[in-house]
Every structure is written in structure tokens, then in C-alpha cells.
């Protein structure tokens, strides 16, 4: 994440010198360069953050301004399926986004994959590389056939959880983000809004938010940027970053 040298050291850049955006701005531009956007929440052992789905709100009236007219989450279970956790669509953070979306106008459609259907010798398996990485290809597999549903100037927005929306391979696994995009030859713009999340409590402040508390706390508490040469890359497979001041998980 170093983005220069100067006598050897690694520095970054000064949080003043960064274009910062708001997230509404994060979207609109996001739209400009692709039919599809993708944004992540935070999730851990049943807790989210709801301040990602606050930030959703809020980006719901740019994304259909943009063209976006399929809201596709993972939370919603398979194309046509059942969610994996009603529970979780029946949170009050997550029932109001959905219900902004369809007030809006947006189609809403499921993309993960049938926990019905895991394959026999990855049932014991679900935290290993190779359940995730089949988890991730049938997500994409989903998410290149709601594409192909959408007329030529129609847009998705995609909701995904952690980094599963990342375009590039580490180490073992192979996430949605970068298996769509060599499904479908389409370079979707994606916003991680979960850099500064506090998936564990510290005693230390996340380095990330000590970087840029200042900018970020002059701008309401939410602020973001995308990525050009010279800036930091605060996640592998990520076109920008939305940072806040409320990171607690709930």
C-alpha cells in the first residue's frame, strides 16, 4: 500500500492531498465507468455493520439516477430461491433498504448460491478455500445471467458481503468480483466500505482511519476515494474506498 519512496522509505500521501468524495459521489462516478457496480457490508458471526446499509440508502436514488434498475444482493438467497437468513432481511437496517429500493422502482434479485446444492465433499467444509471459491463461481454465474437480462442501457448494482466482491485472485481463493469479470469481459466498479469496519475490538485506532480521521470527520463522518496512481490501495481488487467514523458491528 506504499505509494512512494523517498530515501528508501514507504510513505503515503497526506490525507489533505486526497480528492475525497462522498459516497453519493463515489456512485455516480462508479456508474460512469461501468454498467455495474459493486458495494460490500460488513458481516461477522451473525453482527453487521449498519452504517454500510445506511450508506446504501443513501446511494439507491444515484444508482437508479445512473441507470441502475436491478438491485442484485447476496442476502437474498439464489435467483428465485430462498435467503439463506430470513433474519437477516427482517433487521430494521436491511428491511429499510430493501423497501427504499422497491419504492424506487428496483427489480430485486438473489444471487448466491443454494445452500441446497454444496457438493457432498464440501458440506464439512465451509470455511476452506474450495467451498468458498464454489460458493463465489456460482455467484458469479448469477450475477453474468442477471446481466444478460438487463436491456442495453439498464445498470446493476450489486450488495455484497465483505470481499467477495473483489476482482483479483489471493492466494487460494477466487472471488465473485474477479470470476464475474471473466465470465462476462465487464470490469464492474467496486467500493469497499469495509476498511475502517471494527470486525474485532482493539485498543489501537485501524491505522487506515488514523490516516484520515481528520478529512474524514470534516466531511460528516463519511468520506471516500478511488484509486489512481500515487494513492494508496487500501484493498486488493477494489476501484475505491468509503471510510467512516461509525465502524461498530451490531
Known amino acids: 500500500m506504499a505509494t512512494e519512496y523517498a530515501s528508501g522509505a514507504a510513505r503515503w500521501p497526506r490525507a489533505n492531498e486526497i480528492e475525497w468524495l462522498t459516497p453519493e459521489q463515489l456512485c455516480r462516478e462508479g456508474f460512469r465507468r461501468s454498467r455495474v457496480v459493486m458495494i460490500n457490508e460488513a458481516q461477522s ?39 439463506p437468513a430470513p433474519e437477516v432481511l427482517a433487521q430494521p437496517d436491511m428491511a429499510q433498504l430493501l423497501a427504499a429500493a422497491r419504492e424506487l422502482g428496483f427489480r430485486l434479485a438473489g ?15 465451509t ?4 467451498f468458498s471459491n464454489w460458493r463465489d463461481g456460482v455467484q458469479a454465474d448469477h450475477l453474468a445471467a442477471l446481466m444478460k437480462e438487463l436491456r442495453p442501457d439498464e445498470r446493476m448494482l450489486v450488495w455484497a458481503t465483505n470481499l467477495h466482491h473483489s476482482k ?19 470490469d464492474p466498479f467496486v467500493v469497499d466500505q469495509t476498511v475502517t469496519v471494527t470486525y474485532v475490538p482493539r485498543r489501537a485506532t485501524n491505522p487506515v482511519l488514523s490516516w484520515a480521521q481528520a478529512e474524514v470527520r470534516r466531511r460528516d463522518g463519511d468520506a471516500g476515494y478511488i484509486w489512481r496512481e500515487g494513492l494508496p490501495r ?16 451490531e
Open 45 to 83: 458471526d451473525g453482527r453487521r455493520c449498519v452504517r454500510n446499509r445506511r450508506i446504501g440508502r443513501r446511494l439507491l436514488p444515484v444508482a437508479w439516477a445512473g441507470g441502475a434498475r436491478l438491485l442484485a444482493m447476496e442476502a437474498l438467497g439464489p435467483p428465485g430461491g430462498e435467503p
Open 234 to 249: 487500501l484493498s486488493a481488487g477494489s476501484d475505491a474506498w468509503l471510510l467512516s467514523l461509525d465502524n461498530r458491528l
Open 168 to 186: 483479483v485472485r489471493y492466494m487460494a481463493y477466487q472471488p465473485t468480483g474477479w470470476r464475474f469479470r471473466n465470465l462476462t469481459g465487464v
Open 127 to 130: 470455511r476452506s478455500p474450495q
Open 111 to 125: 444471487y448466491d448460491a443454494d445452500r441446497k446444492a454444496i457438493p457432498i465433499n464440501l458440506r464439512t467444509r
